[in-house]
């Protein structure tokens, strides 16, 4: 008797169960299937034994090709990490997937035209990391840049994409991160997120030509900064610790951890990481050490999210991430000949205003 009622109870929960299941399933799989119908993303161009296959969402469909062998290069070398009388320089960073609200402050200060094309002439654009991660148009935004930067060169100009945490993030397949879409999109091409960018795309190659640090003038731009603990354990030679953290890359996290090489060059003190300048309280006479031993005037980093581009230390650090994540303003900083000022997203020049 008691088994019975035993019974009927599991086969009256378990149609329960079952109904609001399906009803679940049912809600689910339509909303998911408006999801992908809505769903534009690419294009990801795979490099298959020297065919270049090219692939794009459109409206949820995939549209593959095969592209001339020539379309796009295939070997980046990396990029240059130092230099000189360089008379125009602006810096944004963090952008955070927000291709449209990038766009619009780099129309509005007039760094590329209507058309989305290169108009600074012979200024150089650094992109202090941060691209990847939290927004939903990541990959248009590398696809500016990695065009910018060829338009650049042409012109006499650069454009110097850095790589931030979040790059290292996902390029090691850490997609805590990523926005919805990119989770559809991934599926729908059949690959992991990060398979996106892996060494058999061409996207994925040039990320992997990208430095951590560079020197522009008496400048340095990083995206976390260069801490004094940083500076005791490596000389600071930007090719030599550019090419540590691009061949990092390639190694686990759990490799990289058996030592203190995680630590150095992923931990809170490394320069994709540090946030100290912001937070640790330092004197200005910690700063001038650390200048000192680069033997720079200043540093601009990004990471640190404020509502406009700051200076800090006298304009010896700037702080260029101005929270363009959230999608509603970003600010870029402009350095002409020695002199540093920010601009807005309409494009109008602001002083920095030194606090006594
Ligand atoms: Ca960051």
Redesign the pocket.
Known sequence: MFRNKTSLFFLFFLVIVTVSNCQEGIKTTDSLAFAISQLNDGPFVFIEENQLIEKNIVNGEIITKTLKPNAFDTEFLPDPVFFNEVKKIAAFS?LHGQYDLAVELLINNNIIDENGNWDFGKGHLVIV??VFDRGPKVNEILWLIFKLEQQAITNGGRVHFLL???EYMVLHGDLRYIHEDYVLSSKLLGKEYHELYNNNTVLGRWLRSKNTIVQINDNVFV??GVSKKFLEKNDFTLKIINDIMRSSLERTKEEMKVTGFYKTYYGKKSL?WYRGYFNDDLKEEEIDEILGLMDIEHVVV??CSNKKVVQLYHQKIFGV?SSIKKGKYGEILWIKNKHYSRRTLEGKKKEFKEKK
């Open positions: 963090d990391g941060d931030g945490n979040h995206h976390g994709i990004g990471h991430d």
